[in-house]
């Protein structure tokens, strides 16, 4: 981990480090020795995988804290980055591999005369409905009414209880609740998965990454009372949320454009007339005599039943 920064990449920094040296490394102890006895080595593999994604995501500066932490620990459905906590995976590793197991158990110890749940499993059990006490664990006593995969029903129960209660760990803003429940939805979190291969276009400089991570984790970017360099006219806030909607950026205009003018390209291919930047001749102010709206990006003829129809685009940010 500690050698992740001489690749000077953020992008394929974070991609090894949740490959390859991720939890999986601990899973097997995790799965095959008592929570207690792995205490010493999870409390020091998190340590250092903390401090590797820290210095991922701030290279060493200020604003990661216990927040940044435990979002960048949970599983991307959740709006995570996907690195596992080997904490949270021990609390249920335990019991599922005991679980998945029980039929291979009772074959080897048919004729030893061992037929009760033994200690070890017992005080797992327990450790276990610590961490979630509103999950019906009875079925893990009895080796025959344990799900038939252990191992995914405890994680999903224990990361979803997670993600569910982060309101209450954590004193959390409206746009943060906000940024949270986003980072949930379809595909928000794809980016983290690509395989950086710059012919395809799958590579992100260091700055846009670190920028795209810190804006996902709430880590502010700016002073409160900067100014915007680039339009001289509104005040960055924190977070840099009018840095990504700033209209006086090259690259916002340039999408638009763009996404206009392949929009126009293929109305002309399919034999419908349309126009672009057309001016719309109606709300006119009758004060100044001239037309209240701005043109239309797209003015398309006869689009439905004989009636013209206007197309605005709007552009998305890529956060």
Known sequence: MKLLPCLQDPQCELLLLRSCMGVAKLLFGLRTCQPHL????????????????????????????????????????????????ARDVGVYAFVASRAQSCVLQDHILRNSGVVKLDVDYQQALEYLSISLPDFDIGGFYNMDTAPPKPQKTLANALFDKIARSLGET??????????IECLKGPHAQDFLTVIPIEGLGQCMSAVEYRAILKYRLMIPMYSEDETCPICRKACMDKYGEHAIHCKELPGFKYRHDWVRDVLGDILRRAGISAKKEAPVNFLTD????????????????????GKHACVDLTGQDRL
């Open 286 to 305: 009758p004060m100044e005599g001239r037309s209240t709206l701005r043109p239309a990006d797209l003015l398309v003829f006869g689009w439905a039943g």
């Open 38 to 85: 792995m205490a010493n080595a999870v409390s020091c593999f998190d340590d250092g995988l903390r401090e590797a994604i820290e210095d991922i995501v701030v290279c060493g500066g200020s604003y990661f804290g216990d927040l940044q932490w435990r979002l960048a620990s949970l599983p991307m459905r959740l709006g995570g980055l996907g690195l596992l906590s």
């Open 170 to 179: 954590f004193d959390l803003s409206p746009r943060q609740k906000a940024v």
